[in-house]
């Protein structure tokens, strides 16, 4: 009797897990046909192009830097590297420009593969910011760099990659290409050298830094290097390629997976969204919710984890020294397509 009666509840309890299971696999099934993630096609991108192409004129080119000054404000894209490897773009797609900041985290993920976590991270925090990507006084306080996503923390990365001379800036270059597929890029002469001859800040960085023990050597090589990884000049396209690679643990949008390292793609994944568009971060990861990175040449990458890659372009900024139309055409297309990574 007390078996049968044993027998039956458990049949109930099984029968009722079922419904329950199948009640979310219906949810599951309407949420993937409403939210179609995997496609994005011309037409949303040249609508969002359109939307926001005037954008410019409440922002500002950057200025601090001479050479930076020459850009055209008017000039506008946007790129995106689909789930299978498959590119769309709209707008300027030609028009290349500094990669800036954007190159930090491929000369993170260059210093990790080459010395480990530990060791980076052991001379710089994780922390996220309310500072500007200029900002030091940490290097006062807690007696090393916020975040590899800053410049004091970008400069001191690059110093740990290994090679005499301009080697690590090589290394950074020839990363650059791999994962963009294009061995025509290079770094812009005229921008490094603007940037070398004004960049005081960031030489009073790097010799704190020095003081502090942190970087070793004599000369302004290690420096050097950084102002040139900056000066890598780009499009738009290299931008959504650089996003995918880092949304597919490494591995490049044609498939080549010869660096593939989810391990690393979360690490760097993880600083684009608490610091890569520095003390704006906190409200991009509630109004966009993507892992991104910026730079002051007017450039976003994107990554949409285990997706897509995006590229934006556009040289007028923010008061936060990212690109203004940039923000707006990510945030359209995140918000028409639900790809945020808390929708
Ligand atoms: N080269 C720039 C600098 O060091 C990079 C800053 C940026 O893109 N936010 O000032």
Known sequence: MNRTFSLITALFILSCI?????????????????????????ATLNSILKKNSQCYKQGKVANYIPELRKANAQ?????????????????????????????????????VRENGEATIFDKMGYFGTEKPFNHFGNLETMGKPLNPMMNAGAILTTALIKG????????????????????????????????????????????????????????????NNYFKQCS????????????????NHCVRYDGNKQYQDPNLSQLIQSQMLIAGMYEFSGEYARTVGLPSKSGVGGGITVSIPGKMGIGAFSPALDKHGNSLAGYRMILNLVRARHLSLFD
């Open 18 to 42: 079922g419904a329950i299971n199948v009640c979310h696999a219906q949810q599951d099934a309407t949420k993937s046909t409403i939210r179609d993630t995997t496609t994005i096609d011309q």
């Open 75 to 111: 000039s506008i894209a946007l790129s995106v590297v689909n789930r299978d490897g498959n590119i769309v773009s709209a707008g300027d797609t030609q028009q290349k420009f500094t990669i800036q900041s954007i190159s930090k985290i491929i000369a993170l993920m260059i210093a």
């Open 164 to 223: 005499n001379g301009e080697e690590p800036f090589v290394k950074i270059l020839k990363m650059i290409r791999f994962i963009t597929n294009n061995e025509h890029i290079d770094y812009n002469h005229a921008v490094y050298n603007s940037e070398r001859e004004t960049g005081h800040r960031n030489r009073g960085m790097f010799y704190i830094m020095r003081n502090n023990g942190l970087i070793d050597g004599d000369g302004e090589e290690k420096l």
């Open 232 to 247: 890598i000049e780009i499009t738009v396209e290299d931008l959504a390629k650089i996003g995918y690679f880092f949304a």
